[in-house]
C-alpha cells in the first residue's frame, strides 16, 4: 500500500493541521515525518482551538494510529505539556500515539545553545524560536545526539551527562550573558523523561513497512514550509531540517516508490515569521488588514508574521520540487473586502523578467512583477459549496490553477472544520 503526503508549500503556517484533522478519517495511520516543537498545528472544532506541537493531528480521531517518526527531534518537556493539555479531552493517547526509537531528544542544553548562538549573532540574527532545534539536527548530523532509543539503555544519564558538559563548555565560547538555572531546567527534564517512557517506543521503520505490507492507509505529516527547508529554502533564513517531500523518505523510512498522493498547503496570501527575504511583502494598509483579519500571530511563539501577496513563482517552485499532486488553499476568506488583489506572476531580477526561483531572492535583486484581480466582497465564512462562492473568487482560484498546472481540490473559508469546500 502507498503513502500519501501533506505538506506546506510556503515559509509555514498554511494550516496543515487543519487539514490533517479533515483527511484523518481516510487514513489508518498518521505520522509526522520532521521537525520539533517550534511548529504549532493548528486544529479547530466543536468552538474549541487546539495547538499541537509534537503530536500528530489525527490525535483526535478515534481509530487513527500517531506516530512520531525519526525525522522529528522531541523536547521532553514541551511533550508532557501537550499530554497534560489533551487530558481533558479523556483521550485514551498511549494506545492512539507512538514514538519511534531513532527521534533525537532536546535537551536543556540545546536550548542553551540556540539562544546563546543567536545572540551572539546581534542583527544578523535568523530569527530562530530558541526552542533547541538547530543545535539538536547540529548534534544529530554531527553524530552527537541522544535518540529517544537511549533512554532504555542503562547508561542514559551518562550519555546525557557526557552532552550536557559539552554543551555548556560551548555556550562559554558564544561569550554573551545568558542566565540559566540549569539545575531547574535537568529536574523538569527528567520528569518528562519519566513521562515519555509511558509511550509506546517502535522501530518505525519496520511498523511502518509492516502496516503498508498489511494494506494499512498512511498519511505523512510534514511541518513548517517548503521555503522552509535546510536545502531548498531560503538559506540561512531556514529550519534544520528537510521540510520537503524528501524529508518523509528519510524522516519515516518510507520508499521513494511507495508515495502516491503529495497534498500541497498554501495561503490565499503568503506569511512569513521571522527574517529572511519576502518579495511580496507588504507594509501598508493591505498587509496590515491581511495579519489582523488573518489573525497572524504565530500559534507557538505568539510572533506576528509578516504578510504579502501570493507568490506564484516561488509557489510554482514549492510545487515542483515536491512532486505536488493536488493543491489545497486556506485563508481565502480571509481576502474578502479587498477591492484589488495582486499576484506575483515574475520576479524582476537584476534588470531581467524571470518565471522561476533564483539563489537569492534579497530585495537587491528581486522586484515582483503583478497582475491585478478585481477582489470580491462576499462573506465566504458560511458557505458551504464552490458553486455559492463568488465569480471573482473563482477567477483567482482557476489563474492559479493554470499557472501552477496541479488543481486545487480544497479551499477553506475558516478555521474550524467543517469550513472546508470540496471542488
Not at 121 to 148: E, F, H, Q
Not at 179 to 195: G, T, V
Not at 196 to 211: C, M, P, R
Request: with cysteine; proline share 3%.
Amino acid at each position: 500500500m502507498t503513502a500519501d503526503l501533506l505538506l506546506g508549500l510556503q515559509w509555514g503556517d498554511e494550516g496543515k493541521g487543519k487539514i490533517v484533522d479533515v483527511l484523518t478519517s481516510k487514513y489508518d495511520i498518521i505520522a509526522r515525518f520532521q521537525g520539533g516543537p517550534n511548529a504549532g498545528h493548528t486544529l479547530e472544532f466543536d468552538g474549541i482551538k487546539h495547538v499541537l506541537r509534537t503530536i500528530p493531528s489525527g490525535i483526535f480521531h478515534k481509530t487513527a494510529m500517531n506516530i512520531i517518526g525519526n525525522g522529528v527531534v522531541i523536547d521532553p518537556v514541551v511533550f508532557q505539556k501537550e499530554i497534560e493539555g489533551l487530558a481533558k479531552f479523556n483521550m485514551d493517547i498511549k494506545s492512539k500515539l507512538i514514538i519511534s526509537r531513532k527521534a533525537h531528544l532536546i535537551l536543556p542544553t540545546h536550548r542553551l545553545l540556540d539562544a546563546a548562538s543567536e545572540a551572539s549573532k546581534g542583527k544578523a540574527k535568523i530569527g530562530s524560536t530558541l526552542k533547541g532545534i538547530g543545535p539538536t539536527y547540529m548534534d544529530k548530523t554531527g553524530r552527537n545526539g541522544i535518540r529517544v532509543g537511549d533512554i532504555e539503555l542503562e547508561d542514559f544519564n551518562e550519555r546525557y551527562r557526557v552532552l550536557a558538559n559539552k554543551h555548556e563548555e560551548m555556550i562559554k565560547f558564544y561569550d554573551v550573558n545568558i542566565q540559566y538555572n540549569l539545575d531547574e531546567m535537568e529536574k523538569e527534564f527528567f520528569e518528562a523523561i519519566e513521562e515519555l517512557k509511558k509511550i509506546e517506543f517502535i522501530d518505525s521503520e519496520e511498523y511502518i513497512n509492516q502496516a503498508q505490507r498489511a494494506g494499512k492507509t498512511i498519511l505523512c505529516e510534514g511541518a513548517q514550509g517548503s521555503l522552509l527547508d535546510v536545502d531548498f529554502g531560503t538559506y540561512p533564513y531556514v529550519t534544520s531540517s528537510n521540510t520537503t517531500a524528501a524529508g518523509a523518505c528519510t524522516g519515516l523510512g518510507i520508499a521513494p516508490n511507495k508515495i502516491k498522493e503529495v497534498y500541497g498547503i498554501f495561503k490565499a496570501y503568503v506569511t512569513r515569521v521571522g527574517s529572511g527575504p519576502f518579495p511580496t511583502e507588504l507594509f501598508d494598509e493591505d498587509g496590515e488588514t491581511m495579519a489582523r483579519v488573518g489573525n497572524e500571530y504565530g500559534s507557538v511563539t505568539g510572533r506576528k508574521r509578516r504578510c504579502g501577496w501570493l507568490d506564484l513563482v516561488a509557489l510554482k517552485y514549492a510545487v515542483q520540487i515536491n512532486g505536488v499532486t493536488q493543491l489545497m488553499m486556506m485563508k481565502g476568506d480571509i481576502l474578502s473586502g479587498f477591492s484589488t488583489l495582486k499576484v506575483c506572476t515574475q520576479y524582476n531580477y537584476k534588470g531581467k523578467a524571470i518565471s522561476h526561483f533564483p539563489y537569492n531572492i534579497e530585495t537587491e535583486n528581486v522586484t515582483p512583477i503583478y497582475k491585478e484581480f478585481k477582489g470580491w466582497q462576499a462573506d465566504l465564512t458560511g458557505m458551504t459549496t464552490y458553486d455559492e462562492m463568488p465569480i471573482e473568487l473563482k477567477e483567482y482560484i482557476e489563474f492559479i490553477e493554470n499557472y501552477i498546472e496541479v488543481p486545487i481540490k480544497i479551499v477553506s473559508v475558516g478555521p474550524d472544520r467543517k469550513q472546508t469546500i470540496l471542488k
